[in-house]
């Protein structure tokens, strides 16, 4: 079974530049996440999708984040425009389902990103 | 409101021995699980073990074992047998169905595993 997808794995932009990162799921899972992790912290969720729609956004800065998940399948993260503090790691995750407290993620192998 | 605390942001340990990585959990969900997982310098997170809170007994996976004390709120993960190969961040979670089961994640332990 192939895991969790995402590209690039690396990307370097300058501040206020565009970037854009890409994951693709494990077959079947319906829920997606998007997690934020600074260096020498531990991940943060920034947003969850069930299948297609959103389900928390709540950390996500929306001013200059944005995420979609056409067709409930692959999902985008976008950032428009960078700061330097935006300089981390993108993990992408999928489950199966949604709805009990051992709903195990799988994660992917992240997008490092450098903010210059 | 959910937190995972990890205390020890750097461990030693000497391979073939034990090891224990401490984490305490807040919550006031009746329902809810942990979780340990282990980051190595290659990035991927990977799940290593999970325990219920409504599990009566101790999860263990091979050489993973989860010492659950859950009046004092902590989910310790114990290293059997350390390997060099276990080398890595490791990170404690937890979700709850009043948090929309996402995953709630402590600041990590790095554990160096030395010859």
């Known amino acids: 079974e192939a895991g969790v997808a995402q590209s690039p794995r690396y990307k370097i932009i300058e501040k206020r530049q565009s970037v854009a990162f890409w994951c693709n799921p494990i077959?079947?899972?319906?829920?997606l996440y998007w997690y934020q992790q600074i260096l020498g912290q531990g991940p943060k969720l920034l947003i969850q999708?069930?299948?297609?729609?959103?389900?928390?956004d709540s950390q996500l800065p929306k001013d200059r984040f944005s995420a979609e998940r056409l067709k409930g399948v692959d999902s985008t993260l976008k950032i428009q425009p960078a700061k330097l503090e935006d300089s981390a790691v993108y993990l992408c995750?999928?489950?199966?389902?949604?709805?009990?407290?051992?709903?195990?993620?799988?994660f992917g192998p992240g997008t490092r990103l450098t903010v210059l | 409101a959910q937190k995972i605390t990890q205390t020890q942001p750097g461990m030693f340990v000497q391979e073939k021995e034990a090891v224990t990585l401490d984490c305490t959990y807040d919550?006031?969900?009746?329902?809810?699980?942990l979780f340990w997982y282990k980051q190595p310098s290659s990035g991927e997170m990977i799940f290593l073990i999970y325990?219920?809170?409504?599990?009566?007994q101790n999860a263990t996976e091979g050489r993973y074992s989860l010492n659950f004390q859950k009046a004092r709120k902590s989910a310790n993960l114990v290293i059997s047998a350390s390997q060099l190969g276990d080398s890595a961040m490791y990170f404690c979670?937890?979700?709850?169905?009043?948090?929309?089961?996402?995953?709630?994640f402590g600041g990590g332990t790095r554990l160096m595993v030395k010859p």
């Open positions: 999708f069930q299948n297609n729609g959103v389900v928390d």
């Open positions: 979670a937890m979700s709850s169905n009043n948090a929309g089961n996402m995953l709630t």
């Open positions: 325990q219920g809170s409504y599990d009566e």
């Open positions: 995750a999928s489950s199966l389902v949604r709805g009990s407290p051992n709903n195990e993620q799988f």
């Open positions: 919550t006031s969900d009746q329902s809810y699980g």
């Open positions: 077959s079947g899972h319906a829920t």
